[in-house]
């Protein structure tokens, strides 16, 4: 036994031997990437680094962002006349010789050690020209770090943490909007159901996970508060924090029910919002309303999960499936999405799917692969998103997307409803909880 | 047979074994491939300080990422509020875990066995729970180190991971050595004995106590050293990151992989371990399917099955081979 377990070791070694010798061959001495092809130079090949939760805890939503980032490379990549957007009509990148866009993916397990050296494993041994991802904000932090001291380009598409932006990172963008505007945006649907249903909501909690995503955002909600809202007549009644590992959420939610909020503010993941639903009703909370950053009640699992007692949540999101009869051109990439994925796209899918399609049309306008030129690119242009409501992404000078590609969605009879702006109503909000007993 | 013993010293292999690892990078130049060994090193020497208490002492730790995040805050927190240099936190931060070192394990010295384990365990997830619930230290968002110019003074280099490669390098070396120091000083022999029976070594005049907690203290002081290298080298942390249990589980299976109590045991159990989850991701993680994860798992359940002394097993089995041979020939 003893042999065949030298044998198996002897291959592992020879197998990393193997592996080293490979990387070997991409040596690069400098720290900065290799950019000696000019816009004159012919590229057949552009290489885009996509970094996401491939395996972990997030996995199965990570595998639901590399369709999306497939989606938009099929639609480069491809002639898809039927799609009016750019890059779609015309098979890769026409301002470089049609060149085709790789993205190559790499796994970090929702690790930010591991994103941070994937990250630099993708800009030095791949050649990648930008970058996109990671999904977690933790995991986005270094990693775009690792992009600025390269001076390569990073578009997060769904991290929605506000520190993202307030580092003063000169490669980095994001295009979802992030909890700092979420938070507002919540606070208007709130005045809007207010004054359109006369709702009466003036009380509010938060209940958040115990984890960058949660903190931020309840970080938020206390500066809105402090800035504008509580002059508005918005006061906050409870605030519960709750760990990463939770296994039970009975006194959380008895915390809740005492205080009585009208509206609830949940970051939460899958897992954790599914547990204060059952709760909830377990205990007979019964607030007006609960809006969701985005996290698990944008997840579709959200209503598989729950049934019947997830209507009336709501959350903003990027998309939702009752739009897609409203927007052809999103119609249509759903089309192919769902090929891949066996789902509709959501709001995470939607927003990676966005950078890629943005990082690979600004490498066509720059016209070259020079990472400062697409850099200027991104910073500079204005990015037709008709899978958007907003129709297109422009990019601050902090590096956010100013065009917030959000909607408010509630779940009705296990839709996802877009309610509100009104513009993109796809049915009218529902503002008050009835009691769980009437469901 | 004595002749075998002596070309194969544990001076001479560790020395050779070091060397070896030095002159790898320069070979391979590759900057992923020095990510590899940054790594390896780190891991190695976190093995090796985990191994004085735990494979010297006998007494199991599955907390050690509480020294690590100590490490890893003191000097991050220091470095980004006032900029003081990470040395001087790496410093500090050593200091402080050696003092928390000494606080949580006296009473849990009392323990012993699987409730030793269990308590340690418990104060590694207690103070990871106090620094997600801080707000000084910035809580469960944990803190962006500034990237500022390179330079050896604020441990930052960004065109080259060499000079990281060989700080993490000296330290390790070091490491070995005190390692080394303990192992064959009166010490080494006093924690072997606490080991083997407290009670014996009770009645040969040993005070059992005082030497676990120097055992403690100085695999404390190291591992929150390489907590700070580690801070300074990915220039994020987060709770999650440096004080999980996931990370103290890492520790103790690259150790026992390699052979728990050896010297040798953390560098072997490194030198598989790293590579093998650093290059199976690289090739598999991108394919979403975790096939990475399946071969790492099968090798530990391998070596489990069939080394569960660790991977120094099949060496000492050569050895023993060798000693036969040359016996043999001598004859």
Redesign the interface.
């Known amino acids: 036994?003893?042999k065949i377990?030298?044998v198996?070791?002897a291959g592992?070694?020879v197998?990393?031997l193997a592996?080293?010798g490979c990387?070997?061959q991409?040596?690069?001495?400098?720290?900065q990437p290799e950019q000696a092809k000019t816009p004159e130079e012919k590229v057949d090949v552009v290489k885009i680094g996509a970094i996401?939760p491939?395996?972990g805890s997030a996995?199965s939503t990570?595998?639901k962002l590399?369709y999306a980032v497939e989606t938009a490379e099929e639609i480069i990549n491809g002639e898809h006349p039927e799609l009016d957007m750019p890059l779609a009509r015309e098979a890769g990148l026409p301002n470089l010789g049609n060149a085709k866009v790789k993205f190559?993916?790499?796994?970090h397990?929702a690790?930010?050690?591991?994103a941070?050296?994937?990250a630099?494993?993708l800009i030095?041994?791949e050649k990648v020209v930008g970058l996109i991802g990671c999904y977690h904000s933790?995991a986005t932090?270094?990693a775009s770090?690792v992009a600025?001291?390269f001076r390569i380009p990073f578009v997060a598409g769904s991290s929605s943490?506000a520190?993202l932006t307030e580092?003063g990172l000169e490669y980095f963008t994001r295009i979802a909007p992030n909890d700092d505007m979420e938070t507002a945006f919540f606070f208007e649907y709130l005045k809007y159901l207010n004054a359109t249903y006369d709702a009466g909501i003036k009380t509010i909690g938060v209940a958040y996970i115990?984890?960058?995503y949660?903190?931020?955002a309840a970080q938020m909600v206390d500066k809105w508060l402090k800035d504008k809202y509580q002059g508005e007549g918005f006061e906050k009644v409870v605030d519960v924090k709750y760990?990463?590992d939770l296994s039970n959420v009975d006194t959380e939610v008895q915390k809740i029910k005492a205080a009585k909020p009208d509206a609830i503010f949940h970051a939460s993941y899958i897992g954790d919002i599914t547990q204060f639903v059952k709760k909830y009703k377990e205990f007979d909370v019964v607030p007006k309303a609960v809006v969701n950053y985005c996290g698990g009640f944008q997840d579709p699992q959200f209503v598989v999960n729950l049934g019947k007692d997830a209507d009336f949540f709501s959350g903003s999101n990027a998309t939702a499936p009752s739009l897609f009869a409203k927007m052809d051109t999103l119609n249509k990439i759903n089309e192919i999405y769902k090929k891949k994925s066996g789902v509709d796209f959501d709001g995470p899918a939607l927003e990676d799917f966005a950078s890629a399609m943005v990082i690979a049309d600004a490498i066509n306008q720059a016209g070259t692969i020079d990472s400062q030129k697409v850099m200027e690119a991104i910073k500079s242009a204005v990015f037709e998103a008709p899978y958007f409501v907003s129709g297109k992404i422009k990019f601050g000078k902090n590096g956010q997307n100013e065009y917030s590609a959000s909607v408010m969605v509630q779940t009705q009879n296990g839709k996802y409803e877009a309610v509100w702006p009104v513009d993109y109503q796809t049915a009218e909000p529902i503002p008050t909880f009835p009691a769980w007993k009437n469901r | 047979m004595v002749e075998t013993k002596k070309i194969f010293s544990q001076k001479q292999v560790l020395s050779w074994m070091c060397i070896l690892i030095a002159v790898l990078p320069l070979a391979?130049?590759?900057?992923?491939?020095h990510?590899v060994m940054i790594?390896f090193v780190i891991f190695a020497a976190l093995g090796q300080s985990w191994n004085i208490i735990t494979g010297f002492a006998g007494q199991t730790s599955f907390g050690h990422a509480a020294f690590f995040g100590i490490g890893a805050y003191t000097s991050s927190v220091l470095f980004w509020k006032y900029m003081v240099s990470p040395w001087v936190g790496m410093l500090l931060g050593a200091l402080i875990a050696m003092g928390v070192a000494v606080i949580v394990s006296y009473p849990c010295f009392q323990l012993k066995g699987h409730y030793f384990a269990i308590a340690t365990l418990a104060i590694g997830e207690i103070i990871q729970?106090i620094f997600?619930?801080w707000e000084y230290v910035e809580?469960?968002?944990?803190i962006?180190l500034p990237?500022l110019p390179e330079g050896f003074l604020q441990l930052q280099f960004?065109?080259?991971k060499l000079p990281y490669f060989y700080i993490a390098y000296v330290l390790f070396v070091l490491v070995i050595v005190v390692a080394y120091g303990i192992e064959h000083s009166k010490m080494g022999y006093y924690l072997k004995a606490i080991r083997e029976s407290q009670e014996a070594g009770e009645a040969i005049g040993i005070n059992p106590t005082r030497y676990k907690l120097f055992a403690m203290m100085i695999s404390s002081f190291m591992t929150a050293i390489f907590g700070s290298l580690y801070a300074q080298y990915?220039?994020?942390i987060?709770p999650?990151?440096v004080f999980s249990l996931p990370l103290s589980m890492k520790i103790v299976l690259l150790t026992v992989l390699g052979g728990l109590g050896t010297l040798y045991g953390p560098i072997i159990g490194a030198a598989?371990l790293i590579?093998?989850s650093?290059?199976t991701?690289?090739?598999f993680?991108?394919?979403?399917k975790?096939i990475?994860?399946i071969i790492f798992g099968l090798?530990v359940v391998?070596v489990a099955c069939?080394?569960p002394k660790g991977?120094i097993g099949?060496f000492g089995?050569w050895a023993r081979k060798g000693q036969r041979t040359g016996g043999e020939k001598g004859e």
């Open positions: 036994m003893k377990f030298m198996l070791l592992l070694l197998f990393s592996l080293s990387a070997k991409q040596v690069q001495q400098s720290a996401f491939l395996t996995a990570g595998v590399k190559i993916f790499a796994d397990q690790n930010p050690e591991v941070k050296s994937e630099e494993r030095q041994n933790s932090k270094p770090q600025e001291r943490s520190a580092r115990d984890n960058e949660g903190v931020h760990p990463k | 391979i130049p590759n900057m992923n491939f990510h790594m729970q997600v619930s809580g469960a968002t944990g962006s990237i960004h065109q080259s990915i220039l994020y987060d999650f990151m598989i590579p093998l650093e290059y991701r690289i090739l993680g991108g394919t979403g975790g990475d994860l090798l391998l069939y080394q991977m099949l089995g």
